[in-house]
């Protein structure tokens, strides 16, 4: 071929590269725009909800004793009609790997149900788990529809992660590389970080659009980082992930114990209800169920008790291992903020710091997503804290070992390289 025709044949390849791009771009952009305003708007709804029946219930405390009967309907219409949605975000991350079951839209509605029921009577649960199931649930409903292939339909799932993860936290950095993180350890999908970006960013705003409110929260004082500020934060994410190791084994024995125990569903999330509401009024106190929003804002600037981040473990655990509905993460938040509370009694680091440095670091090691809670930190606390918090989320990670609250997780890359035999494997196989 000569020179002039070897020019002209690499000038039509460029061409038809950048064309492939825009296509590509352009796609996504347009997807991207119609998940995020059905995503945003579920989210601020469920939010806004949520919000409303916190209120109600802690103005109206004695309808707690309602509570284990309200987990025994969940259990029962999740049992009778909810076929694999009681999955939950462990379905998602399998179809994201797998594709070979659909996401029935009834794991939307069905979740956001489950979960208004669990905070309004009184259980410890959080939200991420219900925002992206009902993301999930929302999203796959188009697969079919619009003719995607395998790979398309996985980064349209990665994205309506990334946009319920943005949306109901207010974090869409955040929210993005979560969704990129979540499903496969070590490794990220760099082809779906266009779309989960743009998702997450979009279903933040539209979210925002509805008034749906996002909890603010502030460092005071950082000090310059030293050694030997190093060091204890060294030392604080180790116990991090010593917290979140056992969170993630909590929830896997406790579920384990209901199973050998009581085989009959609805009658564990009974069970588990009557567990809850016994504890209330022995402990005299209701900062343990629901979200705990206002402990984890006063967390950090006042003392609180040592023993806080382990009564919030034990209540989540009997709560979402008995079938009660709602996520991990923010009862995470709030274990993670309170023991770096009662840290700072033994770590000479500011209150704050370690609060927000527990705040995302105990997230971090409880489903390894380091990157994810780092950014996150930076979003909801400021830039100044980012080096703090990047240790403790990395030391929380690499300590956690192979656990996690999402046992269908795959080894994308061992966390120690001596262990290349987990290699490929999931979690709940090791």
């Known amino acids: 071929m000569s020179e002039n025709n070897q020019t002209k044949s690499n000038i039509l390849t460029a061409v038809l590269n950048t064309k492939s791009i825009y296509a590509y771009a352009l796609k996504w952009i347009g997807l ?16 806004i909800s949520l919000e409303w029946v916190t209120n109600y219930r802690e103005s109206h405390l004695w309808i707690i004793v309602f509570l284990p009967i309200v987990g025994f309907l969940i259990s029962w219409i999740y049992d009778k009609y909810g076929k694999n949605s009681g999955q939950g975000n462990n379905l998602l991350i399998d179809t ?16 956001y149900i489950g979960t208004i ?11 991420e788990g219900t925002a992206l199931q009902m993301a999930g649930g929302i999203a796959d409903q188009f697969s079919k529809s619009l003719k995607l292939n395998k790979e398309d339909r996985s980064i349209l799932l990665i994205a309506a ?6 949306a109901v936290f207010g974090t869409p950095l955040a929210g993005a590389i979560f969704a990129l993180e979540f499903f496969l350890i070590g490794r990220l999908r760099y082809n779906a970080l266009f779309p989960a970006l743009l998702t997450a960013v979009l279903s933040d705003q539209f979210t925002t659009l509805w008034n749906a409110h996002h909890t603010h929260y502030s460092i005071d004082f950082v000090p310059e980082l030293n050694f030997q500020g190093i060091l204890y934060t060294l030392i604080a994410g180790g116990l991090f992930a010593l ?3 056992t969170f993630s084994k909590g929830m896997q024995w406790m579920s384990g114990f209901w199973k050998a125990k009581i085989q009959y569903a609805p009658l564990q999330t009974f ?11 022995l402990l005299g106190t209701s900062k343990y169920i629901g979200l705990g929003i206002p402990t984890i804002v006063s967390s950090f600037n006042q003392p609180l008790p040592a023993y806080d981040f382990a009564l919030k473990m034990i ?4 709560t979402l291992s008995a079938g009660f509905k709602g996520g991990e993460v923010t009862p995470l938040f709030f274990i993670g903020a309170t023991l770096g509370n009662a840290l700072s009694f033994f770590i000479p680091l500011p209150m704050g710091l370690l609060v927000g440095m527990g705040f995302v670091a105990v ?7 380091p990157i994810a809670c780092t950014l996150m930190a930076i979003e909801l606390f400021g830039a100044d804290c980012a080096v703090y918090v990047a240790i403790a989320c990395f030391t929380s990670y690499l300590f956690s070992g192979n656990t996690s609250i999402y046992r269908r997780q795959i080894v994308g890359e061992p966390k120690n390289p001596a262990q290349r035999d987990i290699l490929g494997k999931r979690l709940n196989e090791l």
């Open 271 to 281: 069970v588990g209800g009557l567990f809850v509401i016994a504890a209330v009024y």
């Open 117 to 127: 029921l669990t905070h309004m009577f009184g259980g410890s649960a959080g939200r």
């Open 161 to 166: 992660v990334a946009g319920g993860f943005g």
């Open 243 to 245: 917290c979140a190791a």
């Open 96 to 111: 994201i790997h797998d594709g070979e079951e659909k996401i029935p839209f009834r794991m939307a509605p069905f979740v």
């Open 32 to 47: 991207s725009l119609l998940l995020s305003i059905l995503i945003g708007s579920a989210s601020a709804g469920f939010l």
């Open 315 to 318: 209540f989540t655990v009997v």
């Open 363 to 369: 997230f971090a090691g409880a489903t390894n997503t």
